[in-house]
């Protein structure tokens, strides 16, 4: 039988960063997944690196009262990570941090952008208040509507298709070895031991592999391997829609977001310019929960290019070339869920929150838990023990 | 060239491409009677390269070309695979014909 110390289950940003910071230390670790590396959420997504706060959290008083202490050294830890990760991994990523903005549009949104810059100059974050002028100075384009904006000048994008092979192949120069397409199918422990049964998905043929700790990696799906495991995790699948434009001139210097409407823009260096900001597909239900290719809604693409038209004009002269869906996982709270298990002991987690600005910190997080077997105090809000009423008579 | 033997086509209509007026006929792409007037190249990229079509199912974008409804329409960049031949279009295509898009200052 196969003997690591640690099984990550699911090869995108968040298993295969944490690949990479086991395995430097020295862990042998192994890599599954039952499709390709960086073919989940991670690949799918929009790239934003978004530090500003979340409109959900800005919404939600007591959600932000927990938050806070926490929030502003897990960003500038985010920040200052992801400053140096090209030099780390030593490949172009195609990391812009030039800065973002969030515009405001109507009287109402710009009092929530107002309550948005107190809380943030409070908890000490780095955002700058702009006129609507002076936002259309910074950013020439930007539509006569906007009348105000927030920038954060540590804001910016990342290449989604980039990112997560480059952690791959870091992890697997470091020792880590990566097994796909492989399935997770049964999770059981055992004298002190984790056992992962996988299939191999072409062959069909199954296999046991033991480990001293599983990191549960699967991103939507989390809970579904999470079940295997005897435990119950509440995190929930969504389908959202990314599209983008032909090649332009460049017109877009920053991350453009919006504090009352769905909207991310972001031009790349090709010239394309992504529009997003988590307009739902639709999931399947037929198949397993999560499982199956979301449907295009049509009704919500033009919503969401209608937002990017009002907001950056410029945009009504492009031809759309693509439109895509990508599935993450949310949780009730809308926080990640990063942290070991109580009732299974060895049995990490990784998954929900903003994945990709935020992929990258919880794996160095979690590595160090799993290293030191110490909850790292940034994580306290994270933990999985927040859900333990489910797993009352759940467990390892 | 057309294949004519055997073939009853509907009354043809007429558009404009590159400024010369053509017979066409409605139910043909401009992807087709493009290349039946001789065009090659259907347009130059941002490169400066000259490109056709590839796939002609409205994948590759590489058939782009410039058309008006009308005389006074704007013009817009559409796909020549996918877009049917209408009376009266104004086409412009060719190594003439450049795909990068006008972003002016529309704020
Ligand atoms: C359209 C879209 C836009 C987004 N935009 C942003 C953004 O701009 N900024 C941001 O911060 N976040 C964004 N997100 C969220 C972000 O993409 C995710 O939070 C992040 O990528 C999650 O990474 P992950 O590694 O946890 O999951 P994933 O990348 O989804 O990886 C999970 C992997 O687990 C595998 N797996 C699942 N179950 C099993 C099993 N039983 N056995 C083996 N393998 C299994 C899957 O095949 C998959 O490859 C967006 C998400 C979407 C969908
Ligand atoms: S030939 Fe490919 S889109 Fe027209």
């Keep these: ?396 | 060239m057309r294949v004519e033997k055997g073939i009853n086509r509907p009354q043809p209509i007429s558009i404009t491409v590159n400024g010369v007026s053509q017979q066409v006929y409605p139910g043909e792409t401009l992807a087709t009677v493009l290349f039946s007037a001789g065009l090659q190249c259907f347009n130059q990229n941002r490169f400066e390269q000259r490109r056709a079509p590839l796939c002609n199912m409205g994948t590759c974008f590489e058939c782009l070309v410039s058309v008006k409804r009308s005389d006074n329409d704007r013009p817009q960049r559409l796909r020549a695979c996918m877009t049917d031949v209408e009376e009266g279009m104004v086409v412009e295509a060719g190594e003439g014909f450049s795909i990068t898009p006008p972003l002016g200052d529309r704020s």
């Design chain 1, 1 to 396: 039988m196969p003997r690591y110390d640690v099984v990550i289950v699911g090869a995108g940003v968040i298993g295969c960063a944490c690949a990479y910071y086991l395995a430097r230390a020295g862990v042998r670790v192994a890599v599954l997944d039952r499709n390709q590396v960086n073919s989940g959420a991670s690949g799918r997504n929009a790239g934003s690196l978004h530090f500003q706060l979340e409109y959900r959290l800005i919404q939600n008083q007591d959600l932000l009262d927990r938050q806070l202490p926490f929030l502003l050294p897990l960003t500038l830890a985010g920040i200052e990570q992801w400053r140096s990760l090209p030099e780390e991994l030593g490949v172009d990523i195609g990391l812009k941090m030039t800065g973002g903005l969030m515009v405001a549009e109507t009287p109402k949104q710009i009092a929530l952008l107002r309550k948005k810059s107190e809380i943030e100059t409070r908890c000490g974050l780095n955002v700058e208040w702009l006129s609507g002028d002076e936002a259309r100075q910074l950013q020439p384009g930007l539509s006569q509507s906007v009348q105000a904006a927030l920038f954060c000048p540590d804001e910016g994008h990342c290449n989604p298709r980039l990112l997560t092979p480059a952690y791959a192949r870091q992890a697997e120069a470091a020792g880590a070895k990566f097994l796909e397409p492989c399935e997770v199918v049964d999770l059981a422990r055992t004298g002190g031991k984790w056992l992962v049964r996988c299939r191999l998905v072409n062959g069909g043929a199954e296999e046991t592999i033991q480990a001293e700790s599983v990191v549960n990696a699967s991103g939507a799906w989390a809970s579904e391997l999470a079940l295997k495991a005897n435990l119950h995790l509440p995190l929930f699948p969504v389908a959202l829609m990314m599209s983008v434009t032909e090649a332009a001139p460049k017109v877009l210097k920053y991350l453009v977001q919006h504090v009352g409407r769905k909207l991310s823009l972001k031009q790349v260096s090709d010239g394309n310019i992504l529009v997003g900001g988590g307009w739902s597909a639709k999931l399947q239900t037929s198949a397993k929960q999560g499982a199956g290719k979301p449907e295009i809604r049509l009704d919500n693409l033009q919503k969401n290019l209608a937002a990017a038209c009002d907001v950056l004009p410029a945009v009504r002269d492009l031809n759309l070339i693509r439109t895509w869906t990508g599935i993450t996982g949310i949780t009730l709270d809308h926080l990640p869920v990063i942290g070991q298990f109580a009732e299974a002991p060895g049995f990490y987690v990784a998954a929900g929150g903003s994945g990709f600005t935020y992929g990258p910190t919880y794996a160095k997080l979690l590595s160090e838990y799993i290293l030191t077997n110490r909850q790292p105090e940034l994580l306290k809000p994270y933990s999985p023990d927040r859900f333990s009423d489910l797993n009352m008579f759940m467990g390892q």
